[in-house]
Each structure stands twice: as C-alpha cells, then as structure tokens.
C-alpha cells in the first residue's frame, strides 16, 4: 500500500485558501496513483479558534463534500486529516475520512484539548475512538496532543488498529517530543504510524513539520524537513504480523495485573 502525507502550512482564519491548497496539493501529487493521502491537523481554519462561529464548517461541510469529490476524482482514499466543525453550535476539532468512492467512512472528534493553544476554551471534546477500515486495512486515527495519552493508541491497537494515523498542528520547540511519541508509539503497538504535521506559522507558533512514517519496529521510513513538503511511502503492512509473532506483546500483556 502506498500512503502520500501532505506536508502543507495552512492559512490562519481562512478556509478558502486551505480548500484551494489542499485540491492543489492532492491533484498534483497524487493523481491516478491509488493511494492513501494524509493531511494535517484544522488545515480548514487552523487555530484561529475565536472566529469559529464565523468561518468553521457546519455538520463537517464545505470539507467532507470537498474531500468527497477529490476522492472520487482522483480515485484516492483520503484520510482528511482534521477540520474546526461546528454542530448545532458546538465546535469540534474532527477527523475525516473518505474511500476512493467518495464516502464517509469515518470521523473522530479530538478527545484530549491542548491547553498551551486554548482548545479546550472554545472547543468541545470528543468521547469516542474506534479502528476503521480504509484500503483493505484496519487504520487507528488520534489527533496531535492524543499522542500524549498512550493508553488511547494501545486501545486502538489491541482493537484491531495496524496503522496509526496521526494529524498535527506540532510547534517545532517541542519537535523532539513529537520524533520520540511517535516512534514510541510504533514499537510499543507494532504498528506503522504515519504522522502529518503542518509548516509554517500562525503568528503565535512556528510549527515543526516532520511529518513521517515509522514501521512497527520503531525504524522511520521517511521524515520530512521543515518545508511543505508531499512524500510517498511504501507500507507492507504484512510486516506487522511479522513483528508481533517475532516479539509477542499482545499476547504477553496482562491488563488484570497492573
Ligand atoms: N495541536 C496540538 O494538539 C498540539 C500538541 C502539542 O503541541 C503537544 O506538545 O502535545
């Protein structure tokens, strides 16, 4: 399976520039090729959180119809990284996917709101997280700070999850947390993680990129730099089963003892 991460920056407050980017950006780099697109964390709005009212989607639209037809077009399963939704006026920072035929297969509202960027003031969290299926794959999905919270991701692994997918708006002054999380998070759950940060910056924090791919030993696979930046990886997911017969965590875990 060929995964594509968008490495983009995102314009603050304005929505239509990002839509237009992300068509760009997904158009050029990955038409035809058949593959799984991942973007980054509120690339709709970005963190300009008291103007939600105003310019964040309404029931996930503009965005989900957006990604829909791109996916159809460009016959892509895009992994929508994350967009400021608000319901019934209640704001969300949601994850949206889409298959290659344009439908909603899964969304994901962030449970844990960062602090050092205000979320939780204007944001709701969200109360669930569940594996999903893309590609002949079952995909985890946690957004920027849930890295933090291992016992989410192992959840999503020992439901099922072989990818993990996270979306990030990352500050680059803690890039040496995000490399390490990350490549924790793989060698603990076995599982490749295929993580997207923005670039550039919102006036308040300069963001990090890095944006990379870890297989489930822990080896990273390709990492971007601080620029925009789309790569291309090849996952041979085969390798997860491999690693977890070789060292065997998932049945040597005892949840009852600790
Ligand atoms: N957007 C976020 O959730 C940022 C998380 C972050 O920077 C961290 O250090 O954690």
Redesign the pocket.
């Known amino acids: 399976m060929k995964v594509t991460v968008i490495q983009m920056d995102v314009a603050l407050g304005n929505p239509e520039i990002n839509r237009k980017r992300v068509s760009e950006l997904i158009g050029s780099a990955v038409s035809g090729r058949g593959q799984v697109v991942v973007l980054p964390?509120m690339w709709n709005t970005g963190y300009a959180l008291d103007k939600l009212d105003v310019i964040a989607d309404r029931s996930g639209e503009p965005s989900t119809g957006l990604l829909q037809s791109l996916a159809r077009e460009h016959k892509v399963d895009i992994i929508g990284g994350s967009v400021s939704s608000n319901e019934n006026s209640k704001f969300f920072n949601r994850a949206l996917v889409v298959n290659s035929q344009g439908e909603l297969v899964h969304t994901y509202n962030k449970i844990h709101l960062?602090r050092?960027?205000k979320e939780e003031q204007y944001l709701h969290p969200g109360n669930r997280n569940k594996p999903f299926d893309l590609a002949g794959v079952k995909w985890g999905l946690i957004i920027?700070?849930d890295?933090?919270f291992p016992e989410l991701t192992r959840k999503l692994a020992v439901d099922g999850a072989e990818i993990l997918a996270v979306p990030?708006?990352?500050?680059k002054v803690?890039l040496h947390?995000w490399r390490s999380l990350l490549i924790a998070r793989a060698i603990e759950n076995q599982q490749y993680v295929v993580a997207v940060n923005r670039v550039g910056s919102d006036g308040k924090n300069v963001f990090g990129g890095h944006s990379m791919v870890v297989d489930p030993l822990g080896e990273v696979l390709y990492e971007a730099g601080e620029q925009e930046e789309v790569f291309t990886v090849d996952i041979d997911i085969g390798k997860v089963a491999e690693v977890r017969q070789a060292i065997p965590v998932f049945s040597d875990r005892c949840p009852d003892c600790y």
């Open positions: 964390e960062f050092l960027m920027c700070y890295l933090r990030a708006e990352w500050p803690r947390h």
